[in-house]
């Protein structure tokens, strides 16, 4: 425990200062530099007994998520470095646009950083191809409404999340009550 605690550290002091750097290039300069460190760290000190892997994925993309840098997370993806794990990746960004777009707040304040993460990650990550096509229908599907059907009436918008608890005909039904001229 010890041993990872030391990469951790390193990985939280990187996500501490990434605000005060400027220029999008000098940050991923730095994560390509932490990648590097990190796997130096981790044989040169710990005989290569670490999975840096999962302490980058667990202390470092969420955080680059929720700061929004998500041309990092590329990077990230982009680095040839065996503490890359693609996979891992993958379940991070589909959960982060899940609970993004899914959550119950009422604002959707996240829907426009999902959308982001959808664009710049989904075409690096073919195999969240079809988790994140399905998550985007939902907004689709709520955008339409709002702006479409909706538009200039009085009636609470139906969120993406309203889209995923009721079926498609509870859903059309809901729309004709709401709006029904």
Known sequence: KYMEGALVEVCKS?????????????????????????????????????????????????????QGYFELVAAYLETKSPAVDKAQVERLVLDYVEEAVFSESE?????????????????????????????RRFLDASHFVATVIFNGKSVKPLRPLDFKSMSSLDAIETILRAVPD
């Open 14 to 66: 990187f996500t501490g200062i990434l605000h005060d750097v400027p220029g999008n290039q000098n940050k991923i300069s730095l994560l390509q530099d932490l990648v590097s460190d990190v796997e130096s760290m981790n044989r040169v000190c710990f005989k290569g007994s670490l999975d840096t892997s999962t302490i980058l994925c667990t202390h470092v993309i969420p955080e680059l998520f929720k």
């Open 107 to 135: 604002n959707g304040d996240g829907i426009p950083h999902a959308i982001r993460c959808q664009d710049i990650l989904g075409p690096l990550l073919p195999e969240a191809r079809n988790g994140l096509q399905s998550i």
